[in-house]
């Protein structure tokens, strides 16, 4: 064992029931709850970014074409376009729109999406959170010789109805008239519910079929609003877009990606990490003066046995040693158990959903935590850093002591 250890060792080994031993389980306590806070903050704003992400790329698409001018006519040639440029994995027409939605117990106003049951769910993943009752490609049914609608769990205990019930979409501009255009009503069977665990979507959002969205709204056969693709690698959605967009030409369509349509949320809460993580390494930092402290008052205590090492010939830089590895040891310690701390709290509030978040308030149902390796590293060599700096004063002071003036009155 090298020398400066050895001592560093012997002065943290000896320190029991003294007054620095309680300075030192303070600069403990408060290294290791920084880290432990700094984690979970870490984790819970990577946990609410990535599924905020997927949640919202699993109700909509990658990217959004639609024409600048009205809707398509005709999409087919578009649509064949777009599944030729590169790192496109699906393409699917839809028809959007906003309708009124009658149980004859309660009206809401919805956002419909009429949707391709043959194309649609190889774009889009709502068929991975129905509860009940048919998914996307089951869109083209007829019940009781009515069209079938899926709709949001929440929607549906809102306007207190149930698998096989019978619905009414009224459209404001469904019928064209020589007055212009009246509303026009349809019947529709509820024969599905899904739940994404987004409150904003599982309220207001209802899927038809394409064609049914067409009878209602009053479009013409093979038109539609616009054509939702979905990448081979999300992250690449902006370069995708961008060769899609050159393909169908620029000044005819406009091309939109995840990131662009969603740029000031994801900003919002990258900056909201930022700063809870600074606010986070503040704690650490307290705990780093707790660790000047407690060498300082040691240096002060020591200054004999520091004289008498340097007398017996251990050189001022094994001297400043021993402290930065007394420093050391005390904050790396801090540091490792905050990591367990942190990893326990984050395990325990992800897998028992401890947290719960208020709905129509935020889109996610509770408090999601994603541990990354990455910010696990950044953690914990910034914790490392600063302890290392706060030992940086206390040992250059011990190492500068003058055995001759110390010893001249012993």
């Not at 009206?107 to 889009?124: E, F, I, Q, S, Y």
């Not at 049914?141 to 009515?146: I, K």
């Not at 349509?261 to 700063?275: D, I, P, S, W, Y």
């Not at 830089?317 to 040891?329: D, S």
């Given at each position: 064992?090298?020398?400066?250890?050895?001592?560093?060792?012997?002065y943290?080994?000896t320190?029991?029931?003294?007054?620095?031993?309680?300075?030192?389980?303070?600069?403990?306590?408060?290294?290791?709850?920084?880290?432990?806070?700094?984690?979970?903050?870490?984790?819970?704003?990577?946990?609410?970014s990535?599924?905020?992400?997927?949640?919202?790329l699993?109700?909509?698409?990658?990217?959004?074409?639609?024409?600048?001018?009205?809707?398509?006519?005709?999409?087919?040639?578009?649509?064949?376009?777009?599944?030729?440029v590169?790192?496109?994995?699906?393409?699917?027409?839809f028809?959007?729109a906003e309708?009124?939605l009658?149980?004859?117990?309660a009206?809401?106003?919805?956002?419909?999406?009429?949707?391709?049951?043959?194309?649609?769910?190889?774009?889009?993943t709502?068929?991975?959170?129905?509860?009940?009752?048919?998914?996307?490609?089951?869109?083209?049914?007829?019940?009781?010789?009515?069209?079938?609608?899926?709709?949001g769990?929440?929607?549906?205990?809102?306007?207190?109805?149930?698998?096989?019930?019978?619905l009414?979409?009224?459209?404001?501009?469904?019928?064209?008239?020589?007055?212009?255009?009246?509303?026009?009503?349809?019947?529709?069977?509820?024969a599905?519910?899904?739940r994404?665990?987004?409150y904003?979507?599982?309220?207001?959002?209802?899927?038809?079929?394409?064609?049914?969205?067409?009878?209602?709204?009053?479009?013409?056969?093979?038109?539609?609003?616009?054509i939702?693709?979905r990448?081979?690698?999300?992250?690449?959605?902006?370069?995708?877009?961008?060769?899609?967009?050159?393909?169908?030409?620029?000044?005819?369509f406009?091309?939109?990606?995840?990131?662009e349509?969603?740029?000031?949320?994801?900003?919002?809460?990258?900056?909201?990490?930022?700063?809870l993580?600074?606010i986070?390494?503040m704690?650490?930092?307290?705990?780093?003066?707790?660790?000047?402290?407690?060498?300082?008052?040691?240096?002060?205590?020591?200054?004999?046995?520091?004289?008498?090492?340097?007398?017996?010939?251990?050189?001022r830089?094994?001297?400043?040693?021993?402290?930065?590895?007394?420093?050391?040891?005390v904050?790396?310690?801090?540091?490792?158990?905050?990591?367990?701390?942190?990893?326990a709290?984050?395990?325990?509030?992800?897998?028992?959903k401890?947290?719960?978040?208020?709905?129509?308030?935020?889109?996610?149902?509770?408090?999601?935590?994603?541990?990354e390796?990455?910010?696990?590293g950044?953690?914990?060599?910034?914790?490392?850093?600063?302890?290392?700096?706060?030992?940086?004063y206390?040992s250059?002071?011990?190492?500068?002591?003058?055995?001759?003036?110390?010893?001249?009155f012993?």
């Open positions: 064992m090298r020398f400066p250890l050895f001592i560093a060792l012997r943290l080994s320190r029991k029931r003294s007054f620095l031993s309680i300075i030192s389980l303070v600069s403990v306590a408060g290294v290791a709850l920084g880290v432990a806070a700094l984690i979970v903050v870490t984790g819970v704003m990577n946990g609410f990535t599924e905020l992400r997927e949640k919202m699993g109700i909509t698409s990658h990217i959004v074409v639609t024409p600048r001018q009205g809707a398509f006519d005709d999409y087919e040639p578009a649509l064949r376009a777009i599944r030729d590169g790192g496109v994995e699906a393409a699917t027409p028809i959007k309708v009124m009658s149980s004859g117990r009206v809401k106003g919805v956002a419909l999406r009429g949707v391709d049951p043959g194309t649609a769910d190889n774009v889009l709502v068929d991975q959170h129905v509860e009940a009752g048919i998914g996307l490609a089951g869109l083209d049914e007829f019940r009781h010789g009515q069209p079938v609608i899926l709709m769990r929440e929607l549906a205990d809102r306007l207190r109805i149930a698998l096989g019930s019978s009414e979409l009224l459209s404001p501009s469904g019928r064209s008239s020589s007055a212009g255009f009246a509303p026009k009503e349809a019947s529709f069977v509820m599905g519910a899904f994404t665990g987004m904003e979507y599982d309220s207001v959002r209802v899927y038809v079929s394409l064609d049914a969205a067409r009878s209602l709204l009053g479009f013409r056969d093979g038109s539609a609003t616009g939702e693709v990448c081979n690698d999300v992250f690449e959605a902006d370069r995708v877009a961008l060769r899609i967009a050159e393909a169908l030409g620029q000044e005819r406009e091309v939109r990606h995840w990131k349509m969603n740029a000031n949320l994801f900003a919002a809460l990258e900056l909201e990490k930022t700063g993580s600074i986070m390494v704690i650490v930092i307290v705990g780093s003066f707790s660790i000047v402290a407690a060498l300082v008052m040691l240096v002060m205590e020591k200054t004999r046995d520091i004289a008498i090492l340097v007398a017996m010939g251990a050189r830089r094994q001297v400043k040693q021993v402290f930065m590895m007394l420093g050391m040891l904050g790396g310690f801090g540091a490792v158990t905050g990591l367990a701390l942190g990893l709290a984050s395990w325990v509030v992800q897998k028992y401890i947290i719960k978040l208020p709905e129509g308030v935020y889109p996610l149902s509770h408090l999601p935590i994603r541990i390796i990455l910010d696990l950044i953690v914990m060599a910034a914790a490392f850093l600063l302890c290392y700096l706060a030992t940086m206390p250059r002071h011990a190492a500068r002591l003058d055995p001759a003036e110390i010893l001249r012993e």
